[in-house]
């Protein structure tokens, strides 16, 4: 019954958009205008219906194909997820293997470095897209920690990275900074969408000197988003990785008091990053395994 009354509606919706736009032109033109002959006030009548109805339609048939789209975009999304889901636990079972069980790994065939250039120029292409920015506003990188490694050395990777400490290391232990906010954090994702006010003045993020030059041009400060990754053994942790997309002087959600933050965090963290997370941790796995050789 509902899907019938939904389809009726359906059918009715371009009669009822044209219906409001005509009504007060009609009563402008028959009732207050005197001007105008009465077969003139017709054919502007039923111009403007014509023109109404064709707009209406149109409009509806671009709504309806940029849903479609979205559609199509989500599922290529789950598709590459699920994908780079099955690589990384191919890999995970050699990685388990040569820790648990003393097996050898085949000799790669290609550089993983490269590999995670490629991600992170992905993931940057990514934001670039949906905010309109240019490449230099935008940084990603990866902090990362093997368990065979003092407890205090970090490696960076990274793409357009611009430092706000002096050392890898500071990112993840200094009090103030982003990456000790995510990795103590007890979710996996964070976004700060206010650099400063969100994240300096809480204490979460520390700011530097490209937020403060882009904040003079663009007016406003940009947002960060972290997202903790960790390849573990049962309770043991081989791999701890912190990956980190920043943008300089816009933010990622640019709608006010933030009425629609949680959808776009939740199309961030499950549909956008996941196939990348993947992928980086297939790629960490390979090079802890081949560093440690």
């Given at each position: 019954?509902?899907?019938?009354?939904?389809?009726?509606?359906?059918?009715?919706?371009?009669?009822?958009?044209?219906?409001?736009?005509?009504?007060?032109?009609?009563?402008?033109?028959?009732?207050?205008?005197?001007?105008?002959?009465?077969?003139?006030?017709?054919?502007?009548?039923?111009?403007?219906?014509?023109?109404?109805?064709?707009?209406?339609?149109?409009?509806?048939?671009?709504?309806?194909?940029?849903?479609?789209?979205?559609?199509?975009?989500?599922?290529?999304?789950?598709?590459?997820?699920?994908?780079?889901?099955?690589?990384?636990?191919?890999?995970?079972?050699?990685?388990?293997?040569?820790?648990?069980?003393?097996?050898?790994?085949?000799?790669?065939?290609?550089?993983?470095?490269k590999s995670l250039a490629t991600?992170?120029?992905?993931?940057?292409?990514?934001?670039?897209?949906?905010?309109?920015?240019?490449?230099?506003?935008?940084?990603?990188?990866?902090?990362?920690?093997?368990?065979?490694?003092?407890?205090?050395?970090?490696?960076?990777?990274?793409?357009?990275?611009?430092?706000?400490?002096?050392?890898?290391?500071?990112?993840?232990?200094?009090?103030?900074?982003?990456?000790?906010?995510?990795?103590?954090?007890?979710?996996?994702?964070?976004?700060?969408?206010?650099?400063?006010?969100?994240?300096?003045?809480?204490?979460?993020?520390?700011?530097?000197?490209?937020?403060?030059?882009?904040?003079?041009?663009?007016?406003?400060?940009?947002?960060?988003?972290?997202?903790?990754?960790?390849?573990?053994?049962d309770n043991k942790e081989y791999?701890?990785?912190?990956?980190?997309?920043?943008?300089?002087?816009?933010?990622?959600?640019?709608?006010?008091?933030?009425?629609?933050?949680?959808?776009?965090?939740?199309?961030?963290?499950?549909?956008?990053?996941?196939?990348?997370?993947?992928?980086?941790?297939?790629?960490?796995?390979?090079?802890?395994?081949?560093?440690?050789?």
């Amino acid at each position: 019954m509902m899907k019938r009354i939904h389809k009726v509606l359906s059918k009715l919706m371009p009669l009822l958009h044209s219906s409001l736009i005509l009504l007060p032109l009609g009563c402008s033109l028959f009732i207050g205008d005197e001007k105008l002959s009465p077969m003139n006030k017709g054919l502007i009548f039923i111009t403007v219906g014509i023109i109404a109805l064709v707009t209406y339609l149109v409009s509806d048939k671009n709504i309806s194909m940029e849903r479609e789209q979205n559609k199509l975009s989500v599922n290529i999304l789950k598709g590459e997820r699920d994908l780079a889901r099955y690589r990384r636990d191919m890999i995970f079972k050699v990685f388990e293997g040569v820790l648990e069980r003393n097996e050898t790994s085949q000799e790669l065939n290609y550089d993983p470095y490269k590999s995670l250039a490629t991600i992170l120029k992905s993931i940057s292409s990514c934001f670039e897209a949906f905010l309109r920015l240019r490449p230099k506003y935008i940084s990603v990188a990866i902090f990362y920690h093997f368990d065979y490694q003092d407890k205090k050395e970090w490696n960076r990777f990274d793409k357009n990275y611009y430092k706000a400490f002096r050392s890898n290391e500071q990112v993840i232990f200094e009090e103030d900074s982003f990456g000790r906010y995510v990795m103590d954090g007890t979710e996996g994702f964070y976004l700060i969408n206010d650099k400063n006010r969100d994240g300096a003045k809480q204490g979460y993020y520390k700011l530097n000197k490209k937020d403060r030059e882009t904040k003079k041009k663009f007016h406003k400060y940009g947002s960060i988003i972290g997202t903790k990754i960790v390849v573990k053994i049962d309770n043991k942790e081989y791999v701890e990785a912190l990956l980190t997309i920043s943008v300089y002087g816009r933010k990622i959600d640019t709608f006010p008091f933030g009425i629609f933050r949680e959808k776009l965090e939740c199309k961030i963290e499950d549909d956008i990053l996941p196939a990348f997370k993947s992928n980086i941790e297939s790629e960490l796995m390979q090079i802890y395994l081949k560093e440690k050789k």
